[in-house]
């Protein structure tokens, strides 16, 4: 609990430099250069109020680089900072261990040992009333078919009832197995579901209201960058207020806004809809709503999945019959204080308004993405995702960019400190300045390099003399080439695939040419996978892009990266397809700022996972030869750590045949 005092004059408090010295000493590191240079620039961008982009290698230290600054700012003028990231992974590092040594450290150098808070989104956590009141939770409606899901289900919900007997936090992250959507959605509540804290029985015992409290009287708040987009977009702030947010993993930063304002529609959002609100409207009205849904369902059943660049006129339609019968539900639903003296019926008739009105407002919303005269003044782009044996065709609708909504939400009235190990795409912050919103000259960059010496450290190796990736599956060449490399490193080796299909493919084909333990994502939980894999030096890990951000081995158990092809999105893919032919259509190069900058995102963030501490060694494999050939092949190179290249399939198998001694 933050200690009320008096801000302190800036000039009383220790210099930032000496704080880190402190800490470092503290922590039994030492000093890296990196990381002070770091550390100055955040508190220079601190007191100028400007924004900042740092790139920060891995091993730089730049948790407490920006940790350090953002506690004596919080000191200084007695507010709350907030650190979001992208990952629980490193939310957990940050307030189970960096963030509990560094106060206790800071502690004697500081007016008060410094506090910190984790808060998340609502629905992260256990609702006592829902829990308490019963509420009838419709179930999905491909599990009403499969016994085996309603099982499985049932048994997760009764170790959440259990659960929330002894919980302190009613934090899901906290329930170790974890348990899945349709049951935990049964003790959970979404902001608009909320009856909120003066209507709720249960408001005095609310974890999420605890958590929000807990954040109002600390220093550092560390939340993540999905409710950092909800707090800046919605009118009801969720964060304390607060003056200075530092984002990590700022690389994600676009993708996980962009999931936050995907709107989406079906069948079953629609029929859920009806349900709850059947219960509290005339059976006319809701028959309405049904028959849309009906409608929509045919449609969607019969309709190439894809992106939708005209609207159809029997779309039009349908979502018009969408939108006209749930606003008809709306209306006939009455005041939406109604029951306010009956928790039970006010909840139910809560929950009933956030159905439609999620329905409503998602028609409403793709019914406004067409119709404009030329591609420049188009907004938003809606799409088809085909339906699966367990679930239904979804329509969705996001935004083309994040940048205006960036701008003036989350850049507008504060300081923001931006870094990652992946900033610099194409050795400038240009392009992810311009997905964020930021013009020239409202922000600095600054690479502060990495404390590893990666031209003595590794080799990057591009297979030039391979044919390009097909659509087939991986040539028989790749099979050959990838065999040969991993026997020359004695297994120890990470493969990194464009898809599961590749992933899996190359799994089963090398299984019988290779004498080491091969393991393939989807074998295990990836946290069991990685785990087996480090402890484990021969064994090799297979896994699609997913693992590329998650898996960190330092040590010998990795020694060669593999990476299949150049991880450019798919041509067919609706979205940054559809951002690309933006892009072009304003005068720009849709593939250079748009499939080239994921490209590079992904292809630096694999290669990453190779040095991650002073004594690594190895080599990343890129078979891919447009690395080597492409027109764009010096913007992805230019974004990557600088290893010593070669084309040479000699000399890294030679070097890993060393190294495996």
């Known amino acids: 609990m933050r200690v009320p005092f008096t801000p302190v004059p800036d000039s ?3 210099p930032v430099e000496e704080l880190l010295k402190a800490a470092v000493s503290s922590l039994g590191g030492s000093e890296r250069p990196g990381q002070v240079t770091m550390t100055r620039a955040v508190q220079h961008a601190i007191d100028k109020e400007e924004h900042l982009a740092v790139q920060a290698g891995t091993g730089t230290g730049k948790s407490l680089a920006y940790l350090v600054p953002a506690i004596r700012h919080a000191m200084e003028s007695d507010t709350t900072v907030v650190i979001s990231t992208a990952t629980i992974a490193l939310q957990r590092q940050l307030v189970d261990r960096d963030l509990p040594r560094l106060a206790e450290t800071l502690a004697k150098e500081l007016p008060h040992e410094p ?14 009333y829902k829990l308490t009141a019963g509420w009838p939770e419709e179930e999905e409606q491909d599990q009403l ?3 085996r899901e309603v099982s499985a289900t049932g048994r997760m919900v009764q170790r959440i009832q259990e659960w929330a007997e002894e919980t302190e936090t009613g934090d899901r992250d906290e329930l170790v197995p974890g348990v899945n959507e349709s049951a935990w959605r049964q003790f959970s509540v979404s ?5 909120g804290s003066s209507r709720c029985p249960s408001a005095a015992e609310c974890f999420a209201e605890a958590a929000k409290a807990r954040a109002g009287e600390v220093d550092v708040v560390v939340t993540n960058h999905a409710l950092l987009a909800i707090d800046a977009m919605e009118e009801m702030s969720i964060l304390p ?5 530092v984002v990590d993993e700022a690389h994600e930063l676009v993708d996980r806004v962009t999931s936050v304002v995907t709107d989406e529609l079906s069948e079953n959002s629609v029929f859920l809809a009806v349900r709850r609100a059947g219960r509290l409207i005339e059976q006319p009205v809701a028959d309405r709503l049904q028959e849309a849904g009906e409608d929509l369902k045919a449609l969607l059943a019969a309709a190439p999945d894809g992106r939708i660049d005209e609207l159809p006129q029997v779309l039009g339609l349908t979502l018009a019959l969408v939108r006209d019968s749930a606003h008809a539900c709306i209306t006939a639903m009455g005041s939406r204080n109604a029951d306010k003296d009956d928790p039970e019926k006010g909840g139910q008739r809560k929950m009933a308004f956030a159905a439609l009105d999620e329905v409503h407002d998602t028609a409403v919303r793709m019914l406004d993405a067409f119709g404009h005269e030329s591609e420049v003044d188009r907004a938003e782009v809606v799409w088809l995702e085909a339906g699966t044996d367990r679930r239904p065709p979804i329509l969705r609708v996001a935004p083309l960019g994040v940048g205006g909504m960036l701008r003036d939400k989350l850049f507008g009235d504060r300081t923001v400190v931006l870094t990652s190990a992946t900033l610099a795409l194409g050795g400038t912050f240009d392009g992810l300045a311009r997905q964020w919103g930021l013009g020239d000259g409202e922000w600095q960059g600054i690479d502060v390099g990495s404390p590893f010496d990666h031209p003595r450290a590794g080799i990057l190796y591009v297979a030039k003399h391979l044919p390009q990736p097909g659509r087939d599956g991986l040539p028989e060449a790749y099979l050959d080439e990838i065999t040969e490399l991993i026997q020359a490193a004695g297994g120890r080796t990470l493969g990194l695939f464009s898809s599961m299909r590749a992933a899996k493919a190359a799994t089963e084909a090398l299984r019988d040419r290779l004498d080491v333990p091969l393991l393939c994502q989807g074998d295990d939980s990836t946290m069991l996978l990685v785990r087996q894999f480090a402890e484990d030096e021969p064994t090799c890990l297979f896994g699609t892009l997913s693992l590329w951000q998650g898996v960190d081995v330092p040590g010998p158990s990795l020694r060669l990266v593999i990476i299949d092809r150049v991880p450019f999105p798919r041509p067919d893919d609706p979205l940054t397809s559809a951002r690309q032919r933006h892009v072009a259509a304003r005068g720009g190069n849709g593939f250079m700022a748009v499939a080239a900058n994921h490209a590079a995102l992904f292809l630096a963030q694999g290669v990453g996972r190779l040095i991650r501490s002073q004594d690594d060694k190895g080599v990343v494999a890129v ?3 447009r690395l080597a050939t492409a027109r764009y092949s010096g913007f992805l190179l230019n974004s990557l750590p600088p290893f010593w290249r070669t084309t040479d399939p000699a000399i890294p198998r030679a070097a890993l045949k060393r190294l495996a001694g």
Not at 241 to 245: A, G, K, L, S, T
């Open 12 to 14: 009383l408090l220790p």
């Open 115 to 128: 506090t910190f808070a984790i808060l998340k989104g609502r629905r992260n956590y256990l609702c006592r």
């Open 145 to 147: 078919f499969d016994p």
């Open 191 to 195: 902001a608009r579901e909320c009856l």
């Open 241 to 245: 207020e607060h003056d200075v947010v």
């Open 623 to 625: 078979l891919d030869p």
